[in-house]
């Protein structure tokens, strides 16, 4: 089993739709969760972080974290043809030595 | 958030050649820098972590020679990839962490003929 899952997709959906992305992960040593979004030839850029547990939002953005389960979210409101990418779940556990373990990445296509 | 700067962006070279990669930290220093690969429609896969002022450190599989990594700076890693051939046309993406979250390079798209 890999460390991090995560339906690469392709996952399409009408502009103004609610989207939730989701991955789930084994080791309950992580503590460190991210969100990235990556545009074709282009390198990931950071969404959201969060330590821990809980929910953290900014903007359209908001990112969950349920830890009993290992199991991340990432839901975008009133999503834009402009979010069309690959967005990529990350998780670490040690907050700094070490590379990230990343998901396969879900390519979402936001139709006009 | 902080920057990482990366060049080129991309690169032909023809086999048997090398091809040098760099990654910078433009306003954080960086003692710990990453080299990822990334084949198409694949995930990241880290390829080693590149340590200021010691020996980088290779993940299982990841040739150290042909894969060489100088961390000279605190705000500069190199790769350089040697004798290179087809099967090494991929994406290379550096990154280095800020506390408990990483932040990305450009990527270089290398492509050997």
Known sequence: QKEVEQDPGPLSVPEGAIVSLNCTYSNSAFQYFMWYRQYSRKGPELLMYTYSSGNKEDGRFTAQVDKSSKYISLFIRDSQPSDSATYLCATDSGGGADGLTFGKGTHLIIQP | ?113
């Open chain 2, 1 to 113: 958030g902080a920057v990482v700067s990366q060049h080129p962006s991309w690169v032909i070279c023809k086999s048997g050649t090398s091809v040098k990669i760099e990654c910078r930290s433009l306003d954080f220093q960086a003692t710990t820098m990453f080299w990822y690969r990334q084949f198409p429609k694949q995930s990241l896969m880290l390829m080693a972590t590149s340590n200021e002022g010691s020996k980088a450190t290779y993940e299982q599989g990841v040739e150290k020679d042909k894969f060489l990594i100088n961390h000279a700076s605190l705000t500069l890693s190199t790769l350089t990839v040697t004798s290179a051939h087809p099967e090494d046309s991929s994406f290379y993406i550096c990154s280095a962490r800020v506390g408990g979250t990483a932040f990305f390079g450009q990527g270089t798209r290398l492509t050997v003929v």
